[in-house]
């Protein structure tokens, strides 16, 4: 299913041929594309079992490199931190340009798990603790995670999701805009208006950090959310596509919180993590506004992916009770 639409054109021959010319011994595995509803494969990556153990990623859109060769370059350090038994991908071979298709590419190791649940559209039968306290850490990993001095001064790291939501204000109106007038819209029952409120109680809270001082910047993963993240046994076992890695402000990984996570989970990490009412706060404005931006762009091509973020940002509604001003820490 072709999710862009510059998209790229992927099949298991091209894949077939591409590994007998770049990688010969693992030509002969047997390959099978995941995803033939548009749903189990990635947005930014077609992906493609190759024998039971690895796993083939291949850019759907030109430019898609960029992201394989961040992952390459910097996931590895950014693992190192993350506690032990949360798995990411592990590159095992990487596959340049060739037989028309105009990408890098690379191949994996395949990580058993099933993104975990979002709580809103499969209820808890237990307790989300267990995750939430996994959760915790791995943003604890990140968040003290060393930066090198050349990652910190990547451009390539330096994305809009490390950086201010006082610069993406108008980004959220328009797209509030265009939401609203979404065929089916209503039947969402996410109130344009109380979003609002709520991203411009970010928005203050997010000033609020600023006259307190600089705020702090770390490692962030970026597109921390479901289908990001593999579990076993309600544990989370990796971490997965490291291609969107940044160096900048870390709130928007806090996102996860309202996807995967029910109310005492929430409460949980950020107890562990001892999140301040203001960044909290723009957190939740990274949740709405990640949620939005997603209805227009998939809402006819991933319905699954745009539950989870109907679920995430009615989340964020329904937990928001005051809006009032906030001060920054300290």
């Known amino acids: 299913m072709r999710l862009h639409d510059d998209e790229l054109e992927v099949d298991e021959p091209l894949v077939h ?3 007998a010319t770049q990688h010969p011994h693992l030509a002969d595995l047997p390959l099978r594309a995941l995803g033939r509803d548009g749903q189990a494969s990635g947005s930014s990556n077609r992906l493609l079992r190759l024998g039971d153990d690895l796993l083939v990623r291949l850019p759907r859109q030109p430019g898609g490199s960029r992201a394989l060769e961040t992952e390459r370059r910097w996931g590895p350090l950014v693992a190192a931190a993350l506690p032990a038994g949360v798995d990411v991908p592990e590159v095992v071979a990487s596959g340049r340009p060739g037989e028309g298709y105009p990408e890098a590419w690379s191949v994996t190791r395949w990580i058993e798990g099933t993104p975990p649940a979002v709580p809103a559209l499969a209820p808890y039968a237990g ?9 915790a850490a791995v943003l604890r990993g990140l968040r003290d995670a060393p930066v090198p001095a050349e990652a910190a001064a990547d451009p390539a790291l330096r994305g809009y999701r490390g ?12 797209t509030a805009a265009v939401c609203a007038a979404l065929p089916g819209w209503a039947d969402l029952g996410l109130d344009l208006d109380r979003v609002r409120v709520v991203w411009q109680s970010a928005l203050v809270a997010e000033a609020a950090l600023e006259v307190a001082g600089p705020v702090a910047e770390g490692w962030l993963h970026g597109d921390l959310l479901a289908e990001n993240l593999l579990v076993r046994k309600g544990r989370l076992a990796a971490v997965l596509d490291l291609g969107g890695l940044g160096v900048g402000r870390q709130a928007v990984d806090l996102v996860v919180a309202w996807e995967v996570l029910d109310a005492p989970g929430r409460a949980l990490l950020r107890e562990l993590l001892d999140v301040d009412e203001a960044t909290w706060r723009v957190g939740q404005g990274w949740a709405l506004l990640l949620a939005l931006i997603t209805f227009p762009y998939y809402g006819r091509t991933m319905p699954a992916r745009c539950a989870a973020r109907r679920a995430m940002a009615a ?12 001060v920054g820490p300290g």
Request: proline fraction near 6%; charged fraction near 35%; glycine fraction near 12%.
């Open 17 to 19: 041929r591409l590994l």
């Open 163 to 174: 950086g201010r939501l006082g610069d993406l204000d108008e980004d959220l109106r328009e």
């Open 315 to 326: 989340a964020v509604l329904d937990a928001v009770v005051d809006v009032g001003p906030v």
């Open 127 to 135: 307790s989300s603790g267990p995750l939430a306290r996994d959760l």
